[in-house]
């Protein structure tokens, strides 16, 4: 399989190509803010970042970040290789469900032990997510919950014919 040539990098910019693999998980401190009918979900400067070859951040909040009483357990879990089993939170905003929109790590891997109970948010449910003020464009492919912004050169894991980069 050839990899992708990455794209031309501008000031301050990172690309994700540069990322490594394995993932590794860094300290955030840019200042997130989700919110979705008129009411805020969370907010931080705080939390971490997961970076991994190929893959824009994705962005994991300290609980007390979240707006207390939105999330509720999803029976949903999954695998990852370098974090652990991840579980899966539903979202409930007055009479409207967003099912599996976030997800954790309860007893993550020691290299990722800092972010445990951390929750993660895909952003395409949500009416607005933003890095720095800027507004995210989310990942391609539904699966992956990375965060696309200025601040990242691709290409980006995720469209068709990108699984095995």
């Given at each position: 399989?050839?990899?992708?040539?990455?794209?031309?990098?501008?000031?301050?910019?990172?690309?994700?190509?540069?990322?490594?693999?394995?993932?590794?998980?860094?300290?955030?401190?840019?200042?997130?803010?989700?919110?979705?009918?008129?009411?805020?979900?969370?907010?931080?400067?705080?939390?971490?970042?997961?970076?991994?070859?190929?893959?824009?951040?994705?962005?994991?909040?300290?609980?007390?970040?979240?707006?207390?009483?939105?999330?509720?357990p999803n029976p949903r879990r999954s695998m990852c290789?370098?974090?652990?089993?991840?579980?899966?939170?539903?979202?409930?905003?007055?009479?409207?469900?967003?099912?599996?929109?976030?997800?954790?790590?309860?007893?993550?891997?020691?290299?990722?032990?800092?972010?445990?109970?951390?929750?993660?948010?895909?952003?395409?449910?949500?009416?607005?997510?933003?890095?720095?003020?800027?507004?995210?464009?989310?990942?391609?492919?539904?699966?992956?919950?990375?965060w696309i912004t200025s601040h990242v050169a691709g290409?980006?894991?995720?469209?068709?014919?990108?699984?095995?980069?």
């Amino acid at each position: 399989m050839r990899w992708p040539d990455p794209d031309p990098t501008a000031p301050g910019q990172e690309s994700v190509w540069d990322y490594p693999r394995p993932a590794v998980l860094r300290p955030n401190t840019r200042h997130i803010l989700i919110r979705h009918r008129g009411h805020v979900v969370a907010e931080t400067r705080g939390g971490f970042q997961v970076l991994e070859t190929s893959h824009p951040p994705s962005y994991y909040l300290p609980p007390d970040a979240i707006v207390p009483g939105l999330l509720i357990p999803n029976p949903r879990r999954s695998m990852c290789e370098w974090k652990g089993q991840a579980r899966y939170w539903d979202l409930v905003i007055g009479s409207e469900r967003m099912e599996g929109v976030g997800w954790s790590y309860p007893s993550p891997t020691p290299a990722f032990a800092a972010m445990k109970d951390h929750i993660a948010f895909y952003p395409a449910p949500f009416d607005e997510v933003r890095v720095d003020g800027e507004q995210v464009t989310p990942q391609p492919g539904g699966f992956y919950g990375g965060w696309i912004t200025s601040h990242v050169a691709g290409p980006f894991k995720g469209p068709p014919g990108t699984q095995f980069w």
